[in-house]
C-alpha cells in the first residue's frame, strides 16, 4: 500500500527496530525510512500481506490462530520475521510484547499524529470495511493473499493503543514522534548519520482508497471467471446428457 514487498534474502537478519505505530501513522513512509538507515528490508503488514506471495499471508494467519499457544506462536513469529531487520503496522504490532521477547535488543518507534487528521485518514479504510464481513470474507475468498484480508482486519480495533506501546516498552528503548520532524530524531535514536535525500512520505488517503478499489474490482473479476467457468461446464455437462438421454 505504498511500498513494495521486499523478501529477505539474508534470514540470519534479525529485528533492530520495531515501528509501533497504529496503523494510518505514515508506517509506509516509516518502513522506507528504516530500510535506508538500517540497509536491510523491512516488513511493512499491509505492503507485505497483500503484496506477497499467498503462503506468507497464511504464514501470519497461523500467527493468529495459534496466539494463545505461546510456543508455537513464538516459533511463527520468529519464521514470519526472519531475515527483515524492521518492522511496521498490523500485524506486527499486535504482537508486540512477544517480539520485544524475540528480540530483546531491538528499539521501538512510536510514530504519532493529530487525532483528528488520523481520523480522516481512516475514512477511505471504514468505508470500504463498512461490508458484510461475511460477504467480505466471500468475496475475497478466490484471491491469494487478499483472501486473508477479514482476518486482520477483526483484530486491528486497538484501544489507547499508544498507551500500550508505553506500557510495554522501557523508556530507554522507545522513541515516540512525528513524521514531521523528519530524519533527525530517528537517524540519533539509532545512532546513524541522518540521510541526504528527502524523508520518505508515501501512503495517503488517497492511495489507500485507490488500493482498496483496485483489491474490490480484482476480486469481483475474479468470481466472474470463477462463475462464468462454472457455468461453461454446466452447459456442456448438460448437453453431453441430453445426447445420452434422447440418443
Not at 530500510?35 to 536491510?40: F, K, P, S, V
Not at 513469529?77 to 531491538?106: H, K, Q, S, W
Not at 463498512?130 to 486473508?148: D, E, M, Q, S, Y
Not at 541526504?196 to 489507500?208: G, I, K, L, T, Y
Request: glycine share 8%; aromatic share 10%.
Amino acid at each position: 500500500m505504498g511500498g513494495v514487498p521486499s523478501v529477505p534474502t539474508d534470514r540470519s537478519q534479525t529485528i533492530q527496530v520495531i515501528g509501533a505505530g497504529y496503523s494510518r501513522t505514515g508506517t509506509v513512509s516509516m518502513a522506507l525510512a528504516l530500510e535506508t538507515l538500517l540497509g536491510g528490508p523491512v516488513m511493512h503488514g499491509g505492503t507485505h500481506l497483500f503484496g506477497r506471495e499467498d503462503a506468507y499471508t497464511r504464514l501470519w494467519c497461523d500467527v493468529f490462530r495459534n496466539r494463545n499457544d505461546k510456543p508455537v506462536l513464538m516459533k511463527l513469529l520468529r519464521e514470519a520475521t526472519a531475515g527483515f531487520v524492521g518492522i511496521t503496522d498490523a500485524p506486527g504490532t499486535m504482537f508486540l510484547p512477544e517480539l520485544l521477547e524475540l528480540y530483546p535488543n531491538a528499539k521501538v518507534v512510536l510514530v504519532t499524529r493529530d487525532p483528528d487528521r488520523w481520523l480522516k485518514s481512516m475514512e477511505p479504510i471504514m468505508k470500504n470495511a463498512g461490508i458484510n464481513a461475511l460477504v467480505l470474507k466471500t468475496l475475497l475468498f478466490p484471491c491469494p493473499t487478499w483472501r486473508w484480508a477479514p482476518t486482520f482486519l477483526q483484530h486491528m480495533l486497538l484501544l489507547k493503543h499508544n498507551d500500550y506501546v508505553r506500557a510495554q516498552v522501557p523508556p530507554q528503548k522507545l522513541l515516540t514522534m512525528e513524521l514531521k520532524q523528519g530524519w533527525e530524531p530517528l537517524a540519533e535514536f539509532l545512532g546513524k548519520p541522518v540521510p541526504q535525500a528527502p524523508f520518505p512520505r508515501a501512503n495517503d488517503s488517497e492511495a489507500v482508497e485507490a488500493y482498496a478499489k483496485r483489491i474490490f474490482l480484482t476480486a469481483g473479476l475474479t468470481w466472474a471467471g470463477i462463475l462464468s467457468g462454472a457455468g461453461i461446464v454446466a452447459w456442456n455437462a448438460w448437453r453431453v446428457w441430453r445426447r445420452q438421454v434422447t440418443g
